[in-house]
């Protein structure tokens, strides 16, 4: 059964750095996307980051945090890792990883068909 474990996370002050890091394991499609989607309280889930697995290897980041978050990625070990620097309280959110055997403009516009990590904690205080 296809797992996302996500690691990373956590809480920092305003102006800080953190990363998340997300392995799929038990995956087997051949051409697939990976990223980053974030959720905050009351809020739709909205697409931070992603990368296409596929030939193009395009990537994907949000125009509200293009200039402080980057994906990289690692296709032999399935790894996707978001960067995030100058955080910002409104980055506060639950970031959650994202995988689906399809183009990254699928996985980002339809993600109700998506698999899915459980999800971690990222907290910017003021």
């Known amino acids: 059964q296809v797992q996302l474990v996500e690691s990373g996370g956590g809480s920092v002050q305003a102006g800080g750095s953190l990363r998340v890091s997300c392995v799929a394991s038990e995956w087997k499609y051949v051409s697939y996307s990976m990223g980053w989607f974030r959720q905050i309280p009351g809020k739709k889930r909205e697409g931070v980051a992603g990368v296409d697995f596929n030939n193009s290897g395009a990537t994907y980041v949000a125009d509200s945090v293009k200039d402080r978050f980057t994906i990289s990625h690692d296709k032999s070990t399935k790894t996707v890792h978001l960067q995030m620097n100058n955080l910002k309280p409104e980055d506060t959110a639950i970031y959650y990883c994202?995988?689906?055997?399809?183009?990254?403009?699928?996985?980002?516009?339809?993600?109700?068909?998506?698999?899915w990590g459980q999800g971690t904690q990222v907290t910017v205080s003021s």
């Open positions: 994202a995988a689906r055997a399809a183009t990254l403009g699928t996985m980002l516009v339809d993600p109700d068909n998506n698999y």
